[in-house]
């Protein structure tokens, strides 16, 4: 069977976006690809991390994230 030994892959290497003032403001999207054959070990969970963290939000399935 397949094994969970691929990580996932962003489609693009760098994002970049303009951030409008005001909540709930979509900033943009960000896809990642995993490469595992089962559907079980190719889902995909988005979560941000580092300074300004705090200050956006995004989508743990759908990469969307807002601010």
Do not use: C
Request: aromatic letters at 8%; a negative charge.
């Amino acid at each position: 069977g397949d094994v969970n030994d691929n990580a996932p892959k962003f489609q693009q290497q760098t994002y970049t976006a303009n951030v409008a003032e005001g909540e709930g403001v979509r900033v943009g999207v960000v896809t990642a690809i995993d490469a595992d054959g089962s559907e079980e070990n190719a889902i995909v969970s988005y979560s941000l991390a580092g300074p300004y963290a705090s200050i956006f939000n995004i989508n743990s399935t759908t990469g969307e994230i807002t601010a």
